[in-house]
């Protein structure tokens, strides 16, 4: 068994792309591998600056976790800031990693381009430390549970290359004592291996694009309608493949389905509205019955803080043994 890690920032309720890159696919590998998910509150501190929507956010992800499935006793749940020893050894690592290969990270690039667009002289105006650092705190929670692999959107790939690149420069200079494992990311396959939102861009909660897992079925219902389409009439044959609506049918129904509404797309037939009402029928069913399961886990009361608390605990024993070696590595002991 090899041992797979993964995490969602709190910045909101999961949507249907963190399913599809993550939740599912890292579920799935929980069957039979040991397994570790936490919720990265410490990551969506660079966007969330509101307490109580910090605390909100925390609870939605975790109950999510839950409601999708996931069992406490198999996997460790926990969060990001339960495992203070992530925050020691992204100091260690720091202190092995280029500075040239941060400037290089997508993240940080968009942001700058960002200021570049708008005209601004200082490219680095508005952007933190916290956003800067983000890929070494990522490494931190990756090579402190010794991970072998990690379940992840496409978008994640360049995370998980410099966690490799920064384990390596470590075992390069301290192997003889200790080496990290170095991890590898297990992406969905296929193609349109990063889910679209409604605008047709990569679903994001930046892009505000998204379509939370857990949304109520009547907003649900309006937002799949609302989702852009061409004016082809009813009659006339439509290209499905270049539909959002059909596109996100196709990662959602079964294969029979699938291919059945193409079929009708492309003979004429079928309109826009009909194609939206089976991707409605489609979510909703597939989720709705998680729904009710996630609203009495967010609810305050629920057993969702024990089980965090047992997950921290059970994650921190793993962080304790890892710290141990690497600092007797370092020469910090
Ligand atoms: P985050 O919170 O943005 O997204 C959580 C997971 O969902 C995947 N994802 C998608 N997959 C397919 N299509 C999409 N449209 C889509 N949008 C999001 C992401 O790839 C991710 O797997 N940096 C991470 C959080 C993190 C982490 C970690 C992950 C922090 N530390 C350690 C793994 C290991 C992030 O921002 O994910």
Redesign the pocket.
Known sequence: TKTY???????GM??????????QPALAAAESNDTLY?L?DY??LNSVKEPARLREDVRS?AATWLACGLDPERTVLYR?SGVPEVFELATVLASVTAKGLMNRAHAYKAARDRNEAAGSTELDAGINMGLFN?PI???A??LLME?DV???????AQ??EY?ADIARAFNHLYGDAYSFPVPEGAY?QGEG?????VDGR????SYDN?IPLFMAENRLKKLVRRIPTDSTPVAEPKDPDSSVPFQLLAYFADAERTDGVRKRLEAGGMGWGELKNELFDTINDRFGPMRERYEQLVAPGSELDDILEAGAARARGRAAATMAKVRRAIGID
């Open positions: 890690l993964t995490g969602i920032q709190t910045s999961p949507h249907l792309g963190n399913y599809y890159g993550a939740i936490f990265a990551h969506s992800v990001q983000y705190l990522m490494a929670d990756i991970a990690v379940p992840v959107g496409r978008d994640q995370h998980i966690t969905p291996s990063v889910l679209p939102g990569k679903m994001s909660k998204h």
